[in-house]
């Protein structure tokens, strides 16, 4: 009895709480302006480069937010760092529009 109590508890935990990747359309949005801007001319529109010369950003594991945070901010192979060019928010948005584009390339 005591187990079934805690699954119905755990479960109704998980069920309640917000989901990581869900995010307010306002933040992919202020993404999706920063990718255009700083990211698209090697990352391609949208995610898709067709080219192939840079990392795929559609496979970035979504959860591995702070692998990409260190990526944008430090710079990883050939890609610059962005970390004295972007603002936290930005990247907080730009994570929010490859998290939700990559999701509708696959």
């Known amino acids: 009895m005591f187990g079934a109590l805690l699954f119905l508890i755990g479960n109704a935990v998980v069920l309640s709480a917000p989901a ?9 949005k202020r993404g999706e302006q920063t990718y255009v801007i700083n990211c698209s ?21 979504p959860d ?7 990526s944008v901010a430090k710079g990883k192979g050939n890609m610059p760092a962005w970390g004295d060019l972007l603002m936290d928010e930005q990247v907080q948005a730009l994570w929010a529009y490859v998290q939700t584009e990559s999701r509708k390339n696959q």
């Open 20 to 28: 990581d990747d869900e995010f307010p359309p306002e933040v992919i």
């Open 41 to 61: 001319r090697c990352h391609g529109v949208r995610l898709i480069n067709p080219i192939g010369y840079t990392f795929d950003l559609r496979r970035f594991p």
């Open 64 to 70: 591995e937010r702070e692998r990409f945070f260190n």
